[in-house]
């Protein structure tokens, strides 16, 4: 029973780069979360989506970063132009309903440093 | 806008010491989950609790969640090295973020054998 799996597990991109961070949810589970987390620090909520719709992305910056969840195939983070400030461990999550009620699975994240 | 706040944010112990995190929301929570994350992975679910006073146990771990249901602990028995790792609480959203979860910054466990 896989759980959720993120690729790559180690990026890295040169500043004015763009960043494609994958995210496949647990098997059944339609509800995909995306966390930001700098070295010592706590999980910042970027976007919670379901599949084809963006549910809730206050917690994304209005510029340069964008999340989608196809029909088909993984939910895709997308960072364009990327900046130093951008460099961080990104997790995704996904729950079998929405997380009020139940535990999200992370995965392993995709650590991205920005040269 | 909702808040979940968690002290200590550090805590360093020598092994066979207990420890303790508190978690504190600003509105009343419906429930309130736990995890941990292991230095250099992600993190997992360790439990929900969901009644007002409920107290739950795994081994040397004990949970509890506040009569407000506004606040909760995670207080650890005698830790062990393995217990080494950050302790995230996190509580739902309501209204327009009820889908998501906030997320306490952590405590972060060492402890010295």
């Known amino acids: 029973n896989a759980g959720v799996m993120q690729n790559p597990r180690h990026l890295v991109r040169r500043r004015g780069q763009e960043a494609r961070l994958r995210c496949s949810p647990m098997k059944g589970h339609s509800h995909v979360y995306w966390y930001r987390q700098l070295p010592e620090e706590g999980l910042k909520f970027m976007v919670y989506l379901q599949k084809e719709n963006i549910i809730d992305e206050s917690g994304m910056p209005k510029e340069r970063f964008s999340a989608e969840f196809p029909k088909e195939g993984p939910s895709i983070l997308r960072i364009q132009q990327v900046v130093r400030g951008d460099s961080a461990a990104y997790f995704c999550?996904?729950?079998?309903?929405?997380?009020?009620?139940?535990?999200?699975?992370f995965g392993p994240g995709t650590r991205l440093t920005v040269l | 806008g909702q808040q979940v706040m968690q002290i200590p944010q550090y805590q360093h112990v020598q092994e066979g010491e207990d420890f303790t995190t508190y978690c504190n929301s600003s509105t009343t929570l419906s429930n309130i989950q736990w995890y941990k994350q292991r230095p250099g992975g992600h993190p997992v679910f360790l439990i929900q609790l969901v009644k007002s006073g409920e107290v739950k146990k795994q081994k040397r771990l004990t949970f509890q969640f506040g009569e407000a249901k506004k606040n909760s602990s995670l207080h650890i028995t005698a830790t062990q090295t393995t217990d080494v790792g950050t302790y995230f609480c996190a509580g739902p959203g309501r209204g327009s973020t009820l889908g998501r979860l906030y997320f306490g910054r952590g405590t972060q466990l060492t402890v010295w054998p």
């Open positions: 999550a996904s729950s079998a309903g929405t997380s009020g009620n139940n535990e999200q699975f």
